[in-house]
């Protein structure tokens, strides 16, 4: 079973707020969906490529060219904050 | 359609109105679309009677279909059903969504799915959950559910899907539909907001193989944009479906039929001796390692889903939570995300999360990925001694809306047959093939990779033997 400060942990490392209340029910369910998975423990693997992707072949390559055209505006649309062009964060550095 | 259309019959003007008259006549009960898009589809109805006027009419001149809301649409709306995207108006055309286009389809609207693709049910959607035509106090299944009701109460002739773990096929056999989920590769992902990345592929939801041959012409083939297309030739997969039936053998696994639903079973075994009669041979075959595809899968797919969806987080699109502002950069990531992703969301990133981390990578992802290859195997094992693999896409008809959303185990269990295919990479269809209790359960086909055409094939010729798929749910003819 996952402790609290287990959840907290993985939160903060998924950059995913819960609210305290949240926790008790996420902690229970992700504990059960890890003991599902665990079943892939009892089954021998020694000598099994790890299979990342159903297509066996190389990657494919393309020339270095610039294909994309500046399209800004467009994208920026979609942005919830943007000044001069820019998206806007809160602030980083001091 | 086509057909009427081509002898100007019907005009597209006409389909689009028939089509818009009934999702606002029945969708306000199914909650099938998101948005609906009727003023771009009577122009396109519009552009493709003058092109049927000037005999000029291409592959789908003036045929409605709807779209997963996955698919990314040049200046409509495309949320993914999630909080995170309520707003999101995509720059851009999927790929999907531009073929389709091309070859002359007249786009109806978005249709309604689980959040980010992630359920089974339809239930995880922002936007509330889809109602079963067959029943509406029933799911439609998921994460397709949209798509597969729209095509079920014929407010939509045909729909797009993407299918990562069963997502096309489990809905068309809940709904009583047809849902083909190609071969990896076949179909290009560009713009098609992604789940796992290794997983995913696009298809189709129809009432006929027929009608899904037609489209995957349309939708298949090399793109340049998505580096994982594959560059195989398209084949003419409309013209084939009539051809002789071969000599076909159809593995049947027996362990499909362990802990399934008894009647759901029988209709299956009865689907299976119908295309025995048709010439088919059935043959036993063994998968070893089947039953690790649910644990694996749930492994790979939010350790996929955890990295993809590191993108939402409110600053170049998405939500932004109130107050914001004043918030360390950090803590701002964290309330986006935790506002704009569901519960079902947040619980794959975090069980990504924790199988990607320090410490944990070797036994719980490297684990599921040699599993993986062991399911990968047994298919191909098989796939030496027959050309396909059949047995039920699900282990039972519908089940209600809110009776599976407390335990995601049980949840997680509806793929069970499904997520085979996606682990291997193998192209699948499920045709309707009987009825449970007065709900349309389906017949699963595995084919190996790029045998779209056969699997068609075998489905058409089932399709012209059996009326299953003829079936309309009560109220919706």
């Keep these: ?83 001069r062009d820019l998206y806007l964060v809160p602030k980083v550095i001091e | 359609m086509a057909a009427d259309l081509r002898a100007r019959r019907v005009s597209a003007t006409e389909l689009a109105r028939h089509f818009l008259d009934r999702i606002e006549r029945f969708d306000r009960d199914l909650n099938a679309f998101i948005t609906v898009t009727a003023e771009q589809a009577l122009a396109q109805a519009a552009a493709a009677d003058r092109r049927l006027a000037k005999g000029e009419a291409t592959l789908l001149t003036g045929l409605p279909i709807a779209h997963k809301d996955i698919f990314c649409t040049a200046g409509v709306k495309t949320t993914c059903a999630s909080r995170m995207l309520d707003n999101f108006v995509s720059p851009y055309d999927a790929t999907v969504v531009e073929r389709l286009a091309d070859a002359g389809a007249v786009m109806l609207g978005k249709t309604n799915m689980d959040e980010f693709a992630m359920g089974s049910s339809n239930e995880t959607s922002f936007y509330g959950p889809v109602k079963n035509p067959w029943n509406r106090a029933l799911v439609p299944g998921g994460s397709s559910g949209g798509s597969a009701a729209a095509v079920a109460a014929r407010i939509a002739p045909a729909a797009t899907g993407t299918d990562t773990g069963g997502s096309i096929r489990q809905p068309a056999a809940l709904s009583g539909v047809t849902g083909l989920k190609p071969t990896y590769g076949r179909v290009s992902r560009y713009g098609m907001i992604a789940f796992a990345s290794s997983l995913d592929q696009a298809g189709v939801l129809t009432q006929t193989a027929e009608d899904a041959a037609l489209l995957l012409e349309a939708m298949a083939g090399f793109d340049a944009r998505d580096s994982t297309s594959l560059e195989d030739p398209v084949p003419r997969y409309s013209q084939l479906l ?54 694996a899968y749930y492994v790979v797919a939010p350790a996929e889903a955890s990295s993809n969806l590191s993108r939402f987080d409110g600053v170049r699109f998405g939500h932004r939570a109130e107050g914001a502002a004043g918030l360390d950069l950090t803590t701002f990531y964290m309330r986006n995300r935790g506002e704009g992703f569901g519960a079902e ?23 599921a990925q040699k599993a993986r290859k062991l399911i990968s195997d047994d298919f191909a094992r098989a796939f030496r001694d027959v050309d396909f693999v059949a047995g039920p896409t699900t282990p039972t008809p519908a089940f209600g809306i809110g009776q599976k959303t407390s335990d995601p185990i049980e949840m997680y269990l509806n793929d069970i047959y499904t997520i085979g295919a996606n682990l291997a990479g193998l192209p699948a269809i499920s045709v309707p093939c009987g009825f449970v209790r007065n709900l349309p359960v389906g017949l699963q086909l595995v084919a190996p990779p790029l045998h779209e055409a056969r699997l068609l094939k075998v489905a058409h010729h089932f399709q012209r033997a059996t009326d299953w798929h003829r079936r309309t749910p009560d109220g919706y003819a």
């Design chain 2, 345 to 367: 969301v947040k619980r794959r990133i975090l069980t990504g999360t924790y199988v990607l981390s320090a410490g944990y990578f070797d036994a719980y992802y490297l684990q």
């Design chain 2, 242 to 295: 009539g051809d002789p039936w071969e000599d076909v053998t159809i593995g049947v696994p027996e362990k499909f039929f362990d802990g399934l639903d008894a009647d759901n079973a029988a209709a299956v075994r009865a689907a299976l001796a119908e295309l025995e009669k048709l010439g088919a041979k059935l043959k036993s075959v063994e998968l070893e390692y089947i039953g690790l595809s649910v644990p």
């Design chain 1, 1 to 83: 079973m996952l402790r609290p400060e287990d959840i907290e942990r993985l939160c903060r490392l998924a950059r995913l707020e819960i609210t305290p209340a949240e926790i008790p029910d996420v902690s229970a369910k992700l504990s059960s969906i890890l003991g599902m998975v665990d079943q892939l423990q009892a089954v021998d693997t020694s000598g099994v490529a790890p299979m990342a992707h159903p297509l066996e072949r190389p990657q494919r390559l393309r020339p270095d060219t610039v294909t994309e055209v500046d399209r800004h505006e467009l994208y920026q649309r979609n942005a919830p904050l943007v000044e």
